[in-house]
């Protein structure tokens, strides 16, 4: 544990550098871009440590986890979901996280809203959009976002406050630089129409590999796992 400790010290601080690094190189406020640390398979201490240091956002992707670590939090930072969840979850989640990045479906939107009007609060989401078109993912494909957008900003109890997006993975950074860059346009269009209760706040894209590029194309929450914690173990 405390090997893990040390290590992320170091990963923390050469993040941190990184990151304001692709900020100022892109014209930008290194102080704009927040970090995300996805914490799936972390252990609470672990990420107990992680706060302690200051770190100030982390985001889940399986309910059940997210569950049984939440009681081990000292000190709990913002809490956003960031997995893929399925209707019969999102009882479990609404009015306890902070924000819900991974709202796939005009099913899953409506859903939070009823639930959110039962628990009486109104949830933050992100939209996750689908840019590279990919069978295997879910997502609202780009040209589908602002009838979804219009379609959620009906809904009672929902805030749509930005765009979340995992790109597929490619070999070759440039591609993934083409997807960032088509989000980054996706972004600015839909941010230039005004809508109630929508806020375009976030565009959170770029993970452990490519967070440089999404921070060039505009990302102001990178959402980073292994590059902090090291490699998951798979097994658990
Ligand atoms: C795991 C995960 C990340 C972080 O991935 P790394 O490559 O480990 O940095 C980011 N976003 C989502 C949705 C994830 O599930």
Do not use: W
């Not at 550098?17 to 100022?24: G, H, N, P």
């Not at 929508?198 to 993970?207: A, F, P, R």
Request: aromatic share 6%; net charge negative.
């Amino acid at each position: 544990m405390l090997e893990r400790m040390k290590d992320f010290d170091e990963n923390y601080k050469d993040i941190k550098e990184r990151m304001s690094d692709a900020a100022l190189k892109a014209g930008r406020k290194p102080s704009d871009i927040r970090l995300l640390a996805a914490v799936k398979t972390v252990p609470a201490e672990v990420i107990n440590y992680a706060v302690s240091q200051g770190l100030d956002l982390i985001g889940d992707n399986r309910v059940q986890e997210m569950e049984q670590k939440r009681p081990l939090l000292i000190n709990e930072p913002e809490h956003h979901f960031i997995g893929h969840l399925q209707t019969n979850k999102v009882k479990n989640i609404v009015g306890k996280v902070d924000m819900i990045e991974s709202v796939d479906s005009l099913r899953l939107a409506a859903e939070i809203s009823r639930q959110s009007a039962a628990a009486g609060t109104v949830s933050d989401v992100l939209l996750e959009v689908n840019i590279g078109r990919e069978q295997s993912k879910s997502g609202f494909y780009a040209e589908m976002l602002d009838e979804a957008v219009a379609e959620i900003a009906q809904m009672g109890h929902i805030r749509v406050r930005g765009l979340m997006t995992i790109p597929p993975i490619c070999d070759g950074k440039e591609k993934n630089c083409a997807y960032f860059e088509q989000m980054q346009k996706v972004f600015i269009d839909i941010s230039g129409k005004t809508m109630d209760n929508v806020n375009m706040d976030y565009l959170s894209m770029g993970m452990s590999d490519d967070f440089e590029q999404a921070i060039a194309f505009g990302s102001n929450i990178v959402r980073i796992g292994t590059a902090l914690f090291g490699a998951r173990n798979y097994n658990k």
